[in-house]
């Protein structure tokens, strides 16, 4: 009797069990694979494609190679029973040995044990889902099934959770999802903003690339030895992926560095004739500087300089720009000698790691948060708040005042934004940031409040088979984003809305909040900073926790198809990449935070949350190869050169990401804690300077004079130009 209890103690070992599991749920992993990509019982592929239709190991073009090693990873992964199986099996293992495609082949061979490793923790951890998987191998062995919304109820459920909760009544999803968002207001903020021009900083981001591919630098408009550098900045290596960066070149009337500001300096003369801003006044604008090629710090200012050069003044702002090197100016002069003398703090390496411009979207981002409480403490201490905008983006301020009754920056006169109030569920929040919305340019014939994502009339096949983000997006913009304060439900008094699902333009807030809460978005995070930059606020205080406030008709319109469509078209695979990238960062990012997964996934659900992932590493090389799938599926040599440009740039950024974030214990748990001590830092640093000039202590006042000579400095110089 003792050796059988023995026995079945020694049988549920946790590593026994593991791979128990991954033995059980081989077989209907591989069902269901088949089932997407495969013609089986008479039913057509629910992805559109057949993976052993696009498998012809004998033709060896780089294209060609390129789709057969996802055909093969497609045919490995949905097991022995599809027919070509071994041959796709020997093709990944022959072509790892070929120095040209190694990393790609490893990258596929690689990912069919981590894919089958990572659904069997799942199903370790979690019963349901394990549960959900029999039903839906169960149910692709059926005949006569198509891709319909049973099967994305069956399908959905296991990588695409969200997008079955916003299956149905869309109408009735976008009510329920309001009621979520719902806040009830104990206490109005007692000393809003009252003068917008004056009392808020508006922020953006300038994303600065080489020229396109096919430009001629040497006929560019610009300083000899800006155009030397190019030519060997040209041929490095990228190091950063943005949306639709500024390509140097690029005419004035298609550049966001000139158009963004002069619609920003096209308001402010708006607001002066309305009465709201003061004739002298300028509006403060902070632009930080980011760039895709390292070399390109030794040219972006002056560039832009040339650029701003050219171009007619902006009469009604004051801009700053601020590169890298400006940020570490910053540290070095001011905030890591404010350390040591008032904190003993003589490591500079936590706060480095955080406070600058380069890296990836989550950087900047967060910079522009922050510098709004450096101008507070050591430039203007009037300045109460922040608004970002993208400079692809402009205030239609007629069209404003006709559908809402207020300017632009009427729109921030509110005692909403910094109220306090009750969520539901009943946590304490303080509504210290305020998102807007945005319009198309294209839609503006149909209004202001016309959202910028249409609801799909129908679901896809293909990636979508996996993930299919648009869904939740659509049914987010309404419910979110759309909100108008005009019912006894949401009147905008006593009740409001908080955002989840917001945009890097358009939001704001006010300092005392950052400054109080401390939020920030990680530097790893490339995609949607915005939407990060509040989850480690979202439970970390017990009395009251930050929230976005949603502002009704504080839209502006979005303008990057009108005027930005080479930079666009010329990101597109690097935002794809991105988005990618975003669900990896994402999902280990919730595990990271010192709260259950659960709990912020219930506050982020639908489209935030479905980023965060139970399987992330499955839901990346699926929607990858499906997406693959897609290019190369049609006799379009234009297709197929981007599959195998996307295939070789996938293989290069994910295999090193997904290898890192396979460690044990999560890696992004030691990052994330490392980043906060930075931020930390930064504001201590900056309250303590504070009360040393409240005192009129000299190391404080020597630092506010240094800091206004760094400051002006970055002040950019306007030149008259002839002609644009």
């Known amino acids: ?31 269901i694979i088949r089932r997407m990509v495969d013609s089986a019982n008479g039913n057509r592929p629910l992805s559109g494609f057949a993976a052993s239709d696009q498998f012809h190991p004998e033709e060896n073009g780089e294209a060609e190679i390129a789709r057969n090693l996802n055909a093969a990873f497609l045919i490995v992964l949905s097991g022995s029973q599809n027919s070509l199986f071994e041959q796709a099996d020997e093709y990944l293992e022959t072509m790892k040995g070929d120095k040209k495609w190694a990393e790609s082949a490893t990258f596929y061979s690689e990912g069919v044990r ?23 191998a169960q149910w692709s062995t059926r005949s006569g099934t198509s891709w319909g919304d049973d099967a994305r109820k069956k399908v959905w459920r296991l990588f695409f959770p969200e997008g079955v909760t916003c299956l149905g009544d869309y109408e009735k999803r976008i009510s329920e999802l309001r009621k979520k968002r719902c806040v009830c207001i104990t206490k109005l903020n007692q000393n809003p903003v009252d003068e917008p021009a004056r009392q808020i900083l508006f922020m953006s981001n300038l994303l600065i690339t080489v020229p396109d591919d ?3 630098i040497d006929s560019l408009p610009y300083g000899d030895h800006i155009l030397r550098d190019l030519k060997h900045i040209a041929q490095e290596k990228q190091k950063y992926w943005f949306d639709h960066p500024i390509q140097i070149g690029v005419k004035n009337e298609q550049n966001e560095a000139i158009y963004g500001l002069r619609g920003l300096n096209n308001a402010i003369a708006f607001e002066k004739a309305r009465g709201v801003v003061r004739p002298d006044d300028k509006a403060t604008c902070l632009l930080s500087v980011s760039v895709t090629h390292d ?31 400006d940020t570490k100016r910053i540290l070095d002069h001011i905030i890591l000698p404010g350390a040591e003398k008032y904190l003993g703090i003589s490591d500079n390496e936590p706060i480095r790691r955080v406070f600058g411009v380069d890296g990836e979207y989550g950087r900047h981002y967060s910079f522009l948060k922050a510098i709004s409480a450096f101008w507070q403490v050591l430039v203007d201490p009037k300045v109460k708040g922040s608004f970002k905008l993208d400079l692809d983006q402009v205030f239609d301020e007629e069209a404003l005042v006709e559908e809402t009754g207020q300017s632009a920056l009427e729109h921030f006169i509110t005692p909403l934004w910094g109220a306090e109030g009750t969520e539901t569920g009943g946590r304490a929040v303080e509504l210290g940031m305020m998102a807007g919305a945005l319009v198309n340019e294209r839609d503006m014939g149909h209004g202001l409040f016309t ?40 009147d905008g008094v006593e ?9 890097g ?29 509040i989850l480690c606020c979202l439970f970390n205080n017990p009395d009251k926790n930050l929230r976005y406030l949603h502002k009704p008709g504080l839209i502006m319109r979005h303008d990057k198809e009108a005027f930005a469509g080479q930079a666009i078209e010329g990101a597109k695979l690097g935002k794809y990449m991105g988005d990618l990238v975003r669900t990896l960062y994402f999902s280990y990012y919730a595990r990271a935070l010192p709260w259950p997964v659960k709990q912020t996934k219930h506050i982020i659900d639908p489209f935030t949350g479905c980023f965060v992932s139970k399987v992330p590493f499955t839901v990346v090389y699926l929607r990858l190869a499906l997406k693959l799938a897609g290019f190369f599926a049609p006799d379009d040599q234009v297709k197929k050169e981007e599959g195998l440009k996307l295939l070789v740039l996938s293989a290069s950024r994910l295999e090193g990401l997904i290898r890192d974030l396979s460690e044990t214990p999560n890696p992004l748990s030691e990052r994330y804690l490392e980043e906060k001590e930075g931020w930390d830092i930064f504001y201590d640093v900056l309250d303590r300077i504070e009360e040393g000039l409240s005192k009129g202590d000299d190391f404080a006042m020597e630092l506010k004079r240094k800091t206004r000579e760094l400051v002006s400095d970055c002040l950019i110089q306007l030149g008259t130009k002839t002609g644009e």
Request: proline share 7%.
């Open 295 to 325: 070399g390109l710090h030794r040219v972006v200012k002056d560039y832009l300089g040339e650029v701003y050069a050219g171009t007619d003044p902006f009469p009604h702002l004051d801009i700053y720009l601020f590169s890298e090197i």
């Open 1 to 31: 009797m003792i050796w059988v209890v023995l026995t079945v103690m020694e049988d549920e070992t946790p590593g026994l069990r593991k791979r128990k599991t991954i033995k059980k749920m081989k077989a209907p992993l591989e069902t």
């Open 495 to 503: 009740t409001c809305i908080q955002r989840i699902h917001v945009t």
């Open 114 to 136: 981590r894919i089958i490793g990572e659904i069997s923790e799942a199903c370790l951890a979690d019963k349901s889902y394990q549960d959900a998987f029999d039903e839906a």
């Open 505 to 533: 333009g358009t939001s704001a807030a006010l300092i005392d909040s950052i400054r109080s809460h401390r939020p920030f978005t990680p530097t790893f995070i490339g995609r949607a900073e915005d939407q990060a930059y």
């Open 214 to 216: 096919g430009e001629d």
């Open 451 to 490: 959202p910028d994502v249409s609801i799909p009339k129908s679901v896809p096949e293909g990636e979508a088979v996996i993930f299919y983000s648009p869904l939740p997006m659509a049914l987010s913009t309404r419910a979110e984003m759309m909100t108008r304060y005009d019912n006894d439900i949401l």
